[in-house]
């Protein structure tokens, strides 16, 4: 039996039939066609699916469609400002914080909301934020440079 779910994504109102079973992940890319936010691990471990829900980031591919009835939604496609990226995502750009790019949407999630929150975030801050993220190409240093160059920029010190 489908259910019909409506919520928000990036600001806009959607509504769209899923199985009970359907992963929010696979709704929001397979359904309504967000494909930004990547599928990897699906069971919770990578962070390339993380998503802002509710004002949260979280792993999409362990998060029930059916739950979201109701949710607002934040994916990576909803960050940028027309042609401006986010700060977060130029900063990944600008320091070469992205190789393969497939953990990328998921780590900009997290730093947006984490940087949302603060705009001097502590290294334990920062390690908090991304624990959830794995990258298997970058080898990190790059992503924490990043992380700290859009909080410079967001909060006018570069
Ligand atoms: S794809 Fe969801 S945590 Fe890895
Ligand atoms: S850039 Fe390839 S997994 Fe992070």
Not at 26 to 46: A, I
Not at 130 to 144: A, E, L
Request: glycine residues 8%.
């Amino acid at each position: 039996m489908s259910l019909t779910i409506n919520l928000t994504v990036n600001g806009n109102t959607q509504s769209a039939t899923a199985e009970p079973s359907t992963s929010l992940l696979d709704f929001l890319r397979d359904t309504l066609n967000y494909k930004g936010t990547k599928l990897c691990c699906n069971t919770g471990e990578c962070g390339a699916c993380t998503i802002i829900y509710n004002g949260k980031p979280i792993n999409s591919c362990v998060t029930l469609a059916a739950d979201a009835n109701g949710a607002e939604i934040v994916t990576i496609e909803g960050l940028a400002d027309g042609d401006k990226l986010h700060p977060v995502q130029q900063a990944f750009i600008d320091t070469g914080a992205v190789q393969c790019g497939y953990c990328t949407p998921g780590y900009i999630i997290s730093v947006k909301v984490l940087l949302d929150r603060t705009k001097e975030p502590t290294p334990e801050d920062i390690e908090e934020a991304v624990s959830g993220n794995i990258c298997r190409c970058t080898g990190y240093t790059k992503i924490v440079d990043a992380i700290q160059l859009a909080a410079d920029r967001m909060a006018g010190r570069s």
